[in-house]
């Protein structure tokens, strides 16, 4: 009786794992990506496509292009002038890099938190509602400081700030910056969410708060997360793909990359070989 | 015990010596500097406080009946009644050089000032007053002591008889140095007692106001188009380039530019504040460019892509962020453009803001000169009192250069407290 019960419970565990990964519509599209930096080449012909609605980390040794790739998908390397970005990348279906894109519409739907915490000189109230303002989701006044205190909430940095939210951003420290510029991002309430090491300064507390928040928002946005935890990878995302030197060495969701990868410089990575 | 590793060593003690060398070096170099300016400060401002001073003389007036029609008080000889008044007070003299002399004591505007007692005070008229009146620059210079007497018993322009003159009143009590006013309310004269500064600061406020309006907004605006919206494109590069020359461009460039551009083709009034400010403000424009694209560079780019980042646009992210960011060093460019624009006087002589203005100017479209004219205008003049007036006006052109950098000082340090 009881055996049949646990033996139910896994079974029902493994379907509801196997829905999880089964072949979801994907949002982001990328093929053949090749990104210079003055002519140096920082990635090197990747092709990948991320889950609508799920979780994906970017792992890989330090330098190997994960920033570098993240940029790409709200065009954030524009600003870097000796940028160049080869390939195609679509997000929902549409080529990004096209003339006819709103980059500042993609901007808005492509929500990101930055490697380097970057809070807006200004308030800790007008950093998270400085999004929600410029795109007029709400002109009401109490709306906004509901929606920026539920920001909060989920950044998990609410009980830390409720009491000086007319405070400057700048004045807190580098993990509570953090989580300000995650709650900033999520203000917006974009589409896809691209995380540079958001919980690179944080405490085990308040990294554990962020991946609940990045569970819960897997249900409704897509994550992509770099990360430079094997554990953090394992946790939080379904899929997870290994960069090494501007390479897309494996992808694929993250139980077999983990237990059985392919290559063997993942092989080295994840047991610490290289890194 | 002995050889703890945080003892000092040999290497660590020739370290700590260099060190030391460095910093007194810069302590000595800083003291020279600060000595210089002392000295420098010191000096004009010890030739300049005279000015402050100005020596009155009294005498009794006599306001008889037979001089002042009550009815028409302002038709009377005044210049008559001064100088009766003055031979009453010396009744020994008759020869016509000497009362000549004697008038020589008081100021050409005793006259004007007496009318003016008079007018005001109508129940005066038949009755005798002891009035005080300005004296003239040579008295002045001799009884504030900044002429002494030479073996011939002269002072200066003054000469032995006068020098007695003077001791009488002095006797008498009847000459005292007031303060002196009429620097800071009248304009400019041909006599050095009566000469102000007020017309030259209008002038010079009328002129900074033009080109503060006009070359504050167009520098700002220009540098945010250069660094923001156009960074790094061909044009861009010439630009710039061309900007940081003209910045490097004698001011009396400017001068001639606005001669022939200003005056001569667009016809505008001559010696006005308009076109100085106008000249002014090309000459300023390029260092509060240059000044401004710097603080904008000096934004983080991170700010940047955070406003880029949750989907601001260039514009927001300029005007929201970077600008407000940037705009303390905008200031202090714009507000050290604008002191260098405070003290210069080649391109205001092309423009013949160089005239003698009695009058203060009432509009920017008046003749009007500015303080460093003025004080050009005065070192060049041969009367001997005008060198205080000089030293004066230049202590009052570094008094508004102090305020000027104060100002910037407070507004920076203003934003910064916000965050
Ligand atoms: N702005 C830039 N200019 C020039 N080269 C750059 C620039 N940004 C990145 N690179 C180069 O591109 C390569 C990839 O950099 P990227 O920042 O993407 O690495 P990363 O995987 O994010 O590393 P990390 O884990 O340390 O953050 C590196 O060799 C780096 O030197
Ligand atoms: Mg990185």
Redesign the pocket.
């Known amino acids: 009786m009881n055996m049949t019960v646990q033996i139910r419970t896994a079974e029902i565990q493994d379907m509801v794992e196997n829905a999880i990964l089964a072949p979801s519509a994907s949002i982001v599209s990328a093929k053949n990506v090749n990104v210079y930096?003055?002519g140096?080449q920082?990635?090197k012909n990747i092709s990948l496509d991320v889950a609508k609605n799920r979780v994906t980390s970017f792992i890989?040794?330090?330098?190997?292009?994960?920033?570098?790739?993240?940029k790409c998908i709200n065009r954030m390397n524009d600003l870097?002038d000796?940028?160049r970005v080869e390939g195609n990348i679509e997000v929902d279906g549409q080529d990004i890099y096209s003339p006819e894109v709103d980059v500042v519409a993609l901007r808005a739907h492509v929500g990101m938190v930055f490697?380097k915490p970057n809070p807006f000189p200004k308030s800790i109230f007008e950093n998270v509602a400085y999004g929600m303002r410029i795109h007029g989701l709400t002109n009401n006044k109490s709306e906004l400081a509901d929606r920026v205190e539920l920001s909060l909430r989920k950044a998990a940095l609410w009980d830390e700030v409720k009491d000086r939210l007319e405070q400057p951003g700048t004045g807190l420290s580098g993990g509570q910056q953090q989580r300000l510029c995650i709650a900033r991002a999520i203000a917006v309430e974009p589409r896809i969410v691209l995380m540079?090491?958001p919980a690179s300064a944080l405490d085990p507390i308040a990294t554990a708060k962020i991946e609940e928040l990045i569970g819960d928002l897997s249900t409704n946005y897509t994550i992509i997360i770099?990360t430079?935890s094997m554990q953090q990878a394992a946790r939080v995302s379904q899929f997870t793909a290994f960069?090494h030197m501007?390479e897309l060495v494996e992808y694929g969701n993250t139980k077999t990359t983990f237990t059985s990868p392919n290559d063997e410089r993942t092989q080295n990575y994840i047991t610490g070989k290289i890194g | 015990m002995t050889n703890s590793f945080v003892m000092r060593s040999s290497k660590s003690r020739k370290r700590h010596a260099a060190e030391m060398r460095f910093q007194w070096m810069g302590r000595i170099a800083i003291i020279i500097a600060i000595g210089f300016l002392v000295f420098m400060v010191g000096s004009i401002a010890m030739m300049g406080a005279g000015a402050l001073k100005q020596t009155h003389i009294a005498f009794d007036v006599d306001l008889s009946h037979n001089e002042i029609d009550p009815a028409f008080p302002e038709k009377a000889d005044y210049d008559a009644i001064i100088k009766a008044s003055l031979r009453k007070a010396f009744p020994d003299i008759t020869d016509r050089r000497e009362k000549r002399e004697l008038y020589r004591l008081v100021s050409a505007e005793a006259s004007f000032s007496l009318k003016n007692f008079v007018v005001n005070n109508p129940a005066h008229i038949g009755q005798t007053h002891k009035l005080w009146f300005i004296a003239s620059d040579d008295v002045d210079l001799f009884f504030k002591g900044n002429i002494t007497i030479d073996e011939k018993g002269n002072a200066g322009r003054l000469n032995a008889q006068e020098v007695a003159w003077v001791r009488i009143f002095e006797r008498n009590q009847n000459i005292e140095t007031r303060f002196n006013t009429r620097f800071f309310t009248a304009g400019d004269s041909r006599e050095p007692e009566l000469a102000g500064i007020l017309s030259s600061l209008t002038g010079t406020a009328f002129t900074l106001l033009i080109t503060f309006l006009i070359a504050f907004p167009i520098g700002i605006f220009s540098a945010i188009f250069l660094e923001e919206f156009i960074p790094q494109s061909r044009w861009g590069d010439i630009i710039e380039v061309n900007i940081t020359n003209l910045a490097a461009v004698p001011s009396i460039v400017f001068g001639i530019l606005g001669l022939t551009i200003f005056l001569n083709t667009f016809g505008m009034p001559r010696s006005s504040p308009l076109v100085g400010g106008l000249v002014l403000a090309l000459m300023t424009l390029p260092t509060i460019i240059i000044a401004s694209r710097a603080a904008l560079r000096s934004v983080s780019p991170s700010i940047r892509e955070a406003a880029l980042g949750v989907g601001a646009t260039q514009i927001q992210t300029v005007f929201h962020h970077v600008v407000p960011l940037a705009l303390p060093g905008m200031l202090t460019g714009a507000i050290v453009g604008m002191a260098r624009a405070l003290g210069e006087t080649a391109p205001l002589l092309m423009i013949g803001m160089v005239a003698f203005i009695v009058d203060v100017p009432n509009s920017i479209l008046a003749p009007a000169t500015a303080l460093p004219v003025q004080i050009f205008l005065w070192a060049d003049s041969p009367e001997r009192a005008f060198l205080e007036k000089t030293s004066a006006a230049i202590i009052v052109l570094l008094v508004f250069l102090v305020l000027m950098n104060l100002i910037a000082i407070i507004l920076r340090s203003k934003h910064r407290q916000r965050f």
């Open positions: 930096y003055a140096k920082a990635l890989g040794p330090s330098g190997c292009g994960k920033t570098t790739f993240l870097i000796i940028c490697q540079d090491e770099v430079h960069f501007g």
